[in-house]
């Protein structure tokens, strides 16, 4: 079927997802591909499987988690799509790599970067020249001010602010509703405004 998107995942995240493509494309076929699936469960219609065999199928991996959706997504890669909102904005020369879900009302600027496997979640704002990771998520309203960098598996709650010229390290989780004013070298979890350290690798 020219028409078909396996779709892996069937939780919030990849309800979200398929709110894009049907707007995006209301034609579009869809199969969920979920090894938990219940029997006879389906989403607006469309069936959840629990095995599916893809072969030339595209394939776009609806996971919330950062690591896991970046190990599904590496898995399939030579399948992978990109399903990017036509309510999206999207400034001159943004890269937009594979794998990448931007949502409704999201603003990327000019000369951004958004690597392979990420989230830009519903009404996010990115500005100019900033630079989002391999499989990090930009939640819902959070706001990157120019010249940003979020490293890989890295997450920006919902709300949260990055100072421009700020650059963030991989596997940083930035709390909801935080501030972040300078840059964050040390992994772990941030909360406040501005952000402190809660919760670091070494103390788990």
């Known amino acids: 079927m020219k028409n078909l998107l396996i779709v892996i995942g069937c939780g919030g995240h990849a309800k979200s997802v398929t ?14 591909l979920d090894k938990n699936a219940r029997e006879g469960e389906s989403i607006l219609g469309f069936p959840v499987v629990r095995d599916y065999e893809v072969t030339n199928e ?5 996971i919330g988690d950062n ?6 997504c590496e898995k399939y890669f030579n399948n992978l799509v990109s399903v990017v909102s036509k309510r999206a904005y999207l400034g001159k020369n ?9 949502a409704h009302n999201a603003h990327i600027g000019i000369l951004s970067t958004i690597k392979d496997f990420s989230v830009i979640n519903t009404s996010a704002s990115i500005d100019h020249e900033c630079t989002v990771g391999i499989a990090a998520t930009i939640a819902p309203g959070a706001v990157l001010c120019g010249k940003v960098i979020v490293g890989n598996n890295s997450w920006i709650g919902a709300n949260a602010v990055v100072r421009e010229n700020t650059s963030i390290t991989d596997n940083v989780i930035i709390g909801m509703g935080a501030t972040v004013v300078k840059n ?14 809660i919760n670091s690798p070494s103390n788990k």
Do not use: W
Request: charged content about 25%.
């Open 19 to 32: 709110d894009v493509i049907l707007f995006n494309d209301p034609s579009k076929e869809i199969i969920f």
């Open 94 to 102: 943004t890269s937009i790599g594979k794998g990448v879900f931007v």
């Open 184 to 197: 964050v070298i040390n992994e772990g979890t941030y909360v406040g405004c501005p952000i402190r350290l």
């Open 67 to 72: 690591i896991k959706r970046k190990i599904i």
């Open 58 to 62: 595209e394939v776009f991996v609806a």
